[in-house]
């Protein structure tokens, strides 16, 4: 029996033996070649897809003060994933994160925080001069922080509206238009990552296409108040300008050093994390054993080294300062 491409070549081969005046059999051998080559390459592309995270809102409309929610879900394109960093770009001057919370199907532990309770002081970075790139940032991965074991990685669709991997709460803070998005490849230390292990090494498999959310937070109508009279601003008096004293040169800071950023990018992540996780429960002698992630340095890989690096997990290099 033969399979798809066989009797795509073989048809064609037909085609051609009634067509010899118009080709050769070398003509027609280099058309069925490059037929099944255009063939394979449109099956493997159709197999293959691209990894990405899937948004949804629980209320696209809201009211300043009001809370909604956004579930986070995961597209793994067909592969295994370990562990994911989330980053979400907001406007904080219209909304605030106020929590994140791990979905009932998917990964078991959640960073930055203890026990699975975000710490959104760690979490959340507003943008000061442009509100609209404020981040929330946080991590998921393969991992029980109680049974201290691996837990499954995810493989498969993960919708958000009914098997998200995370839930984030946000609040209406004033009326205004907000987009909730992920925030894509930019200098690979603040972009979002899914991670897969490709022999012993984190890779990041995220696309570029992922789900962005809008939300419009509107305000109740309210009567126009009576305008007051505006008093007459009494000028205050000219102080004389005080000298400046004479600066002194600033000592040359100190390159900025992460204890545990393997990947030496200047970022503590998930990437990180999985290196050390990835090797859990080895010990001198065993091939998966490495010192550098040996973080106590007992001779094994343990609950305590994978503790050690997610309390770091956010920490990254701004010029020679360490930035939680």
Known sequence: MFDTKSRIITGLFHILRGKRALFTWSTGLTICLLLVIAISRYIAEAQTGTARFLLHASSTQVLPEETFTVAVGLDTAAESVVGVDVVLRFNSD???????????????????????????????????????????????????????????????????TTSPIAIVTFRALMPGDASIE???????????????????????????????????????????????PTPTATPDPTLPPTPSPSSSPAPSASPCILAYDFNHDNLIDIRDVIQVTSRWNSRTGNPKYNSLYDTDSDGDIDIVDIQRVVSTWGQRCNGAEIES
């Open 182 to 228: 992920i925030a894509g490849i930019q200098d690979g230390t603040t972009d979002a990552n899914i991670v897969i292990i490709s022999g012993s090494q984190p890779e990041d498999i995220l696309g570029t296409a992922s789900d962005v959310v809008a939300i419009a937070v509107v305000a109740l109508a309210s009567p126009t108040p009576t305008p007051s």
């Open 94 to 160: 219209v909304l605030e994160v106020a929590d994140v919370t791990l979905g009932a199907n998917g990964y078991s532990t959640l960073v930055p925080g203890q026990n699975n309770l975000i710490d959104l002081v760690q979490a959340v970075s507003i943008n000061f001069q442009d509100p609209t790139q404020s981040q929330l940032e946080f991590g998921l991965l393969s991992f029980n922080q109680d049974t201290e074991l691996l837990t499954d990685p995810l493989n498969g669709i993960f919708d958000p």
